[in-house]
């Protein structure tokens, strides 16, 4: 039992160590990559202020926010996923996760996806089809999982192509499908995404396969369900994911 236990600390300890050293290298990259837009219209406005035109002005500081906006949710996701790799590697907090409570998902799923659909201006686009269950998953981690999945389907189809929205409930399983008519995956991309095991530059670089759609798996197997992923390139995306249902109360 011992060397069990001594084993299980080792693997727990060398999985940090390899999360920190992949935080390490990936972190400044992207910071970097985000950053540009930023100091760049900045310097812009603070070397030419007395040529530049109001309405340059404008469009400047919009730029500005718009950037700094994707760096707060690259830093954002970046945090969730290394909390989300320490708790994987602690058995207990692991396992607490799956004890949380959930009540009405379904109002949750409209909430977010026609929240979404009004910022972006798409409201016509989106198509919300909802049943009232309860999950057994945190409303924070719910969250995080659905504004991902649909915000990818927003993002990567144009405007005008419809994104469709459903909770349903199967067997014991609360099945959240989010379907969009954009550009698609590849069948490489979608085994990136099945592979991705820790931050890796290739893969988290690589077109279409961002951190957002690894951290909604995560959480979905964390939690004791799967993400699936069918897709064709040019044809659209259909993410499915399963959580367990939470007992009744």
Not at 25 to 32: C, G, I, Q, V, Y
Request: aromatic share 6%; proline share 2%; charged share 20%.
């Amino acid at each position: 039992a011992r060397n069990n236990a001594e084993n299980a600390a080792y693997q727990a300890e060398r999985q940090l160590k390899a999360l920190r050293a992949s935080i390490n290298l990936a972190f400044p990259h992207e910071l970097r990559t985000a950053l540009t837009g930023i100091l760049g219209f900045a310097e812009l406005i603070s070397t030419h202020s007395n040529i530049l035109e109001l309405a340059d002005l404008a469009e400047m500081g919009r730029a500005i926010y718009e950037s700094t906006g994707r760096l707060q949710h690259l830093l954002e996701n970046f945090l969730v996923y290394a909390r989300l790799e320490l708790l994987a590697a602690d058995a207990a907090q692991a396992a607490a996760l799956r004890q949380e409570r959930l009540a009405h998902a379904g109002q949750v799923v409209r909430t977010i996806t026609e929240s979404k659909a009004q910022t972006l201006g798409r409201t016509g686009d989106v198509e919300v089809t909802t049943v009232e269950c309860a999950a057994a998953i945190s409303s924070a981690y719910f969250y995080k999982l659905c504004e991902e999945l649909i915000d990818n389907a927003f993002k990567y189809s144009a405007p005008g192509a419809a994104v469709k929205v459903s909770a349903s409930v199967l067997a014991d399983y609360l099945r959240l499908t989010i379907a969009d008519q954009g550009r698609g995956m590849s069948a490489q991309q979608i085994a990136d995404v099945g592979a991705y095991v820790q931050f890796d530059r290739q893969s988290f670089e690589r077109q279409g396969v961002g951190l957002g759609l690894i951290i909604a798996k995560r959480l979905a197997e964390m939690h004791g369900g799967w993400l699936h992923i069918e897709s064709e390139a040019g044809a659209g995306t259909t993410v499915s994911v399963s959580l367990p249902l939470a007992p009744e109360a």
